[in-house]
């Protein structure tokens, strides 16, 4: 009778591992609520999407071809702008140091994280303390590739609410931001743009940075403001205080 009792304790341990948790006592990686992760100014308002959520292959191919189809401001970069920005700071340590100072140990949040897990290993190469993907459109199929990814080093959380709804959410000066491949095709609406912009002004850490690569977004300073820098590191842009 114990080795039963043992074998469904195991088997209970190995279905909470696949929903991407961690045994008890360590951090669960993949966050139910962002929350978790950044205390935001309503958590209710905020849609997380959670390992739970996720459906069948057969149903997530029709949802993956309809978000596809649907796709509008606010999501959806080429993820290959992070893959590039990952390998540019492999490759020289000068860069990697530069950007590194200003995420390291802070919590970081990657607008239009699209359909894989670069910039989740951009945020690790950066030492960040823990990433949230915004992603309105490849919500699920983001998470599901974080839930068959085994080396979740930092804790995540994915939601699928657009970039200015969520940034307002978003307390003063707590986070920094990237945001790569976010084109002026996928961002073609100026005046979201702008107020996007000026949210991650006030969201962005005073010690952080907004970093970037083939993006229309970035930090906006009005007159009298404090003054925004930029600062070109390989193929990304650093935005900074």
Same mark, same amino acid.
């Given at each position: 009778?114990?080795?039963?009792?043992? #074998? +469904?304790?195991?088997?209970?341990?190995? =279905? =909470?591992?696949?929903?991407? +948790?961690?045994?008890?006592?360590? =951090? /669960?990686? /993949?966050a139910d609520s962002v929350n978790d992760i950044l205390h935001l100014k309503n958590p209710d308002l905020t849609k997380t999407v959670r390992v739970t959520d996720l459906v069948s292959d057969e149903q997530s191919i029709s949802e993956i071809i309809g978000e596809q189809t649907n796709a509008e401001e606010g999501g959806i970069s080429d993820a290959g702008f992070a893959v590039y920005a990952l390998s540019d700071l492999d490759r020289n340590p000068k860069h990697l140091e530069k950007v590194k100072s200003y995420?390291?140990? !802070?919590?970081? /949040?990657?607008?239009?994280? #699209?359909?894989?897990?670069?910039?989740?290993?951009?945020? !690790? +190469?950066? #030492?960040? !303390?823990? $990433?949230?993907?915004?992603?309105? $459109? $490849? %919500? !699920? %199929?983001?998470?599901?590739?974080?839930?068959?990814? =085994?080396? +979740?080093? /930092?804790?995540?959380?994915?939601?699928s609410d657009d970039a200015l709804t969520f940034l307002k959410n978003v307390p003063d000066s707590s986070v920094t931001i990237m945001s790569f491949g976010t084109d002026e095709y996928m961002f073609r609406d100026r005046e979201y743009n702008y107020k996007l912009g000026k949210e991650i002004t006030r969201c962005l850490s005073k010690d952080g940075a907004f970093l970037s690569s083939e993006s229309v977004l970035g930090p906006i300073a009005e007159d009298g403001e404090q003054e925004i820098k930029r600062d070109t590191v390989g193929r990304c842009v650093i935005f900074h205080f």
């Open positions: 009778m114990e080795e039963l009792s043992l #074998g +469904k304790e195991q088997n209970e341990a190995e =279905k =909470k591992s696949e929903l991407g +948790k961690q045994e008890e006592g360590v =951090k /669960i990686d /993949i995420f390291e140990g !802070k919590i970081v /949040i990657d607008i239009g994280a #699209g359909r894989n897990d670069s910039g989740y290993e951009v945020a !690790k +190469k950066l #030492g960040c !303390k823990a $990433y949230i993907a915004v992603e309105p $459109y $490849y %919500s !699920k %199929s983001l998470l599901r590739e974080f839930s068959n990814t =085994k080396d +979740k080093d /930092i804790p995540l959380a994915v939601t």
